[in-house]
C-alpha cells in the first residue's frame, strides 16, 4: 500500500508530455484498427495507467478508457470523496466513482456508435470480475489484446520520465549508503534506515530487502527482523518517485573487497551497445574482472502494468535477445575468487548513463 | 506455528465444501486469500497457489524476486516460477481434471483462468473462505494483538515527529523507521493535514504542518501479515474549543459502538450504536457516504477486512472476529476527524486491543 510522497507536479511531468504519450496511444490504436484502448491499475500495476495519466492509486483498483479522442475516463472503485486527491495526480482524465468500473466503462463503450474492437493492456490477466462486467455491458464488442502494442510505445523514455527516473535513482543510491554509515549491525535496523532516508526524500514506495549474510544465501528478502550482518551482505532497494521506479542492490563487505565489482558494474552499465546480445556483451565485459565468474543475470524493464517486468534473462530462452533505447534495471550475480557479489543499477541502452 | 494452524483448517474446511483443492490469488494489495493458505506476504507481481485435500501447496509467482522470496519464506510450499502465470496454472488445472476446485476471491482471478471456469470444474468459494478469515483462531488474535501494541507504539513515533514545517510523508518515514526496526514487515497508512478544508485522508502529497492543523492518521502495522489499526487525531499547537467539542463527539460515538460489540451483534448494530450518537447531536448526514465511507471494518491478513461496519451489513459479529470501530467522517466545522480503536470480540464484549488513550492530542509548536 502506497504511502509516500504522491503528487504531481507540472514542472515534472507537464500535461504537455502526458498528453504526448495520449497521442502516441492513439497514433498506435489506429495503427492497429482499435477504436478504444482499456488498461487496468491498482497498486501493484499501477505504471500504465500512472504513464498515460500521472495517476497511481494507493489502494484500490480501476480502469481507464482512451478513446479515439476526448479525454480518457477514468473508473474508479475509490470513493467520490478521494476525487480531489485523484484530481491532483491526473490532470487529463474524467474521473467517474463508481462500485462496478467495469459495468461504467462498458457502458461507454456500447453507448460509442463506432466502437467495436477494443485493445486491453494484459487481457488475459484481467480481474475476472471487472472482465465479466465489461463484457455484459458491451456485448458487441470485440475484446483483443493490446499487450504488445502497449510495450512498443514503452520502448521510447521521453524527458519528463527521465528525470522522474533519475530522481528515483538518487534517493536509491543515497539511501543505500545508510549501510555504509555503521550505524546499524541487523538486518531490520538497515532495512528500516534505508527505508526511512527513501521516504524522507520522497520516494512514494519503497521496497528493501536483505541478504544478511552472502555467502550463506544470496536471495534477498525483506526483513523487519533482528538478523546479524555478517561480513558480506547484500541490501536492494526498489524505490518509486511518482511513478517511476528504480531498482538498485548492492555488496557490502567489511574487507573491501566489493569495492573491485562496484568499479567494474559501474563500466558495464554505461558501455552495454544496442543491437547486440545482453548474454555475450556481459560475457566479454567480465574478462576485465580477474577471477570472476558470471553465475547469473536479468534484464527488468517497464514494459506494461507492472513496474518492472523481466525482459531476459539468463534463466530465460530469450537471452540471446538484442536490446535498444530501452530502460533496464540489469541484475549481474558473480563469484569472485569464490566469494559472492549481487549488484542491480539502471540504464539506458546505447546511451550515456549519468 | 500459525500458518500451519491456519493450513489444517483449511484443508479440514476444503473436506467439509466436498473440495479437491482450492484456488487462492494475491497480491500486495488484496493479499488475504494467499497468505492464509501458503502464509506469503506477496510485493510484487500476482500469486496464485493451488492447495490440494492432503494439504500439498504450489505456490507460482511471476517476478523471480518473489521467488526468492517465497522459497526462504515459505519452506514447505512448492515454489514455481511461473513468468506466464496464467498459462501455467492453466495447464496444472488441466492435468487436475475431474476434480472439484474452488477458487478465491473469484472476482480477481486472471479473466483466462475464471474464463474456463467451468472446463476446469471450478467454482467460486470466496464466501467460504471469507468466514475462515474472519473468524480467528487464537494464534491469529494473538498476532492482531502484538500488532495493535506497535501500532499504540508507532503512533508515539509518528507524534514525536510532528512539528510545523516538516512534510505530511516525512512524518510516515520516520513511523516507518521505527515499524522495521520491530518487526512490522508492512504498514497501511492515510493521513490528512489541515482544517475544513479536508475531506477524508489520502497518501500524503507534501503539505507542510503548521500552527492550528490537525493531523489525522490511520496507522495499521501487519505483525506475521495480521494487520492492526489505530485511529487518531492531533492538533498542531492547542486545540480550540471546536475541536474538543468534535472529539468529545467522536470520542462518545466510538465507546458507543464498541460498547456494542459482542458475539451475535451484526455489523449494523454496531455501526447504528455508533451514528446514533450523531444523530442525537443533529449531525446525522455526516455518517452518510457523501462524507464517511465505512464507521469500521475486520482487522486480519487484509488491513480493509471484511465485515464492513454499516448500517446495510447483517454480517453476525462472532467471538474470535477483530475490528476497528472507527466513526471517521467530516465536521463541517473543523474538517475530516478520526479516532477508532481496534478491538477482539469476545462472548460478552470484547477485548480493546489498543491502548493509545483516547485523546485529541496536542503537539508543542
Redesign the interface.
Known sequence: ???????RDEAELPVAAIEARLKRLRDAMAAAGFDAFVVYT????PSAVTWLTGFTP????ALLLVGRTGAPAFATAL????S??IR?TDPVSEIVNTPKPGSLIGERLKSGTSVRKVGVLE??????????DLAAAAPAVEWLDGTALFAGLRREIDSAERALLARADAIAVAALREAESGKASDA??L???V??H???H?AEE????VAPDLDA?R????????TPLADRFAVRA?IAYKGCWVRRTRTFAKDGSAAKADAWFEGVVQSIEPGKPLAAQLAEKLKALPGATLDSW?AESCIGS???S?VA?S??AANAATLNGELLMLTVELAIDGAPWTGIAPLFVGQKNS | MIAGERLLRLVDAMKDEGLDALLVYGNAWQGDYLRYATDFGILEGQGLAVIRQDGRITLYVDSPLEADRAALDCPGVEVVLAPDLTGEVDAALNRMSNQRIGAAPQRLLPRRIAARAKDLNLTDQTAFVDHLLMAKLSGEIDAIRKAARLADEGYKVFMQAVRPGRADYELIAEAEAFFRANGVDDNFQIIGVGGVEVKGMAPPSGKRLKRGDMVTTELTPCVDGYYAQICRTLVVGEANAEQKAAHALWRESMEAGIATVRDGVTAADIAKAENDVFRKYGMGQYCTSEFTRVRGHGMGLFADSKPHILEDVTTRIETGMALIVHPNTYHPAVGYMVLGDGVAVEDDGCEVLTRTPRELFSVAV
Open positions: 500500500m502506497r504511502r509516500g510522497l504522491m503528487g491498482n497498486n501493484v500495476r494507493y489502494w484500490s483498483d470513493s467520490k470523496r478521494v480531489e486527491w491532483t487481457y488475459d490477466t484481467l480481474p475476472a470480475g471487472l472482465a465479466d531490520g535496523t532495512a528500516g534506515l527505508e526511512q527513501a521516504r524522507l520522497g519503497a521496497y528493501i530487502a544465501d536471495r534477498l528478502n525483506r526483513t523487519s527482523q533482528p526498489s536479468m507492472y513496474p518492472l523481466v534473462s534463466r530465460m
